[in-house]
């Protein structure tokens, strides 16, 4: 099992920044690619960022200049980081944290972002 644990959601007006954090943990052997999605009310899931392992990192156009996505290591866990700036209220949906673990996808239970006008 592998678990992911997104934090860092919330309130945020337009124009100001959040940092998600993802966590994973588990039985992890090999970790190739973590990304972000999102899923606004009455959307699709849409791609927000990634990186592969050893790749470019892919932004979703609506997003370039504005989000940074970053992993790290901590100890046992494999951390996904997602830097939100410069905010739109188009940016509200509920953020899911994903990992391609020995090629199979896990999801977090997602986090929910809010930006008010």
């Known amino acids: 099992q592998v678990q992911l644990v997104e934090s860092g959601g919330g309130l945020v007006q337009a124009g100001g920044s959040l940092r998600l954090s993802c966590a994973a943990s588990?039985?992890?052997?090999?970790?190739?690619?973590m990304g972000w999605y999102r899923r606004a009310s009455g959307k699709q899931r849409e791609l927000v960022a990634d990186i592969p392992a050893g790749g470019t990192t892919r932004y979703a156009d609506s997003v370039k200049g504005r989000f940074t996505v970053s992993r790290a290591n901590a100890g046992i866990k494999k951390m996904l980081f997602l830097q939100m700036d410069s905010l739109k209220p188009e940016d509200t949906a509920v953020y899911y944290c994903a990992a391609d673990v020995d090629s199979r996808w896990w999801w977090g239970q997602g986090i929910q972002v809010t930006v008010s006008s």
């Open positions: 588990g039985a992890i052997f090999r970790l190739n690619a």
